[in-house]
């Protein structure tokens, strides 16, 4: 069992960054596979981004429309993955989700290979 525990949205400006956190329990996040879901009002969870271990080496992926723009990382230390958002645009506009699983590779972008979910932080963009 994983637990996952969102933190850090908010309001921002277009233009503006925030960065968000996922605090893992129960297990090693390193363990899973860790991504980031984003779904707006009537649509539906979208893939943001992505990131698996491999021993000492990891690989990230990311959506084509926040390439450039976000970054996930994980700390080791505090069991904790984070999603950078920078130059945020309106339509970043969502319900941010943490997700843990064991897929690897291109399956890493369907939100049904995943496990365990946390509970979500919104994260607005005004123009």
């Known amino acids: 069992q994983v637990q996952l525990v969102e933190s850090g949205g908010g309001l921002v400006q277009a233009g503006g960054s925030l960065r968000l956190s996922c605090a893992a329990s129960g297990r090693t996040f390193s363990d899973y596979t860790m991504g980031w879901f984003r779904q707006a009002p009537g649509k539906e969870r979208q893939f943001v981004a992505a990131?698996?271990?491999?021993?000492?080496?990891?690989?990230?992926y990311y959506a084509e429309s926040v390439k450039g723009r976000f970054t996930i990382s994980g700390d080791n230390a505090k069991n904790t993955i984070y999603l950078q958002m920078n130059s945020l645009k309106p339509e970043d506009t969502a319900v941010y989700y943490c997700?843990?699983?064991?897929?690897?590779?291109?399956?890493?972008?369907?939100?049904?290979?995943?496990?365990?979910w946390g509970q979500g932080t919104q994260v607005t963009v005004s123009s």
């Open positions: 990131i698996t271990w491999s021993g000492r080496s990891r690989s990230t």
């Open positions: 997700a843990a699983g064991l897929e690897t590779g291109v399956a890493v972008i369907a939100p049904g290979r995943y496990d365990y």
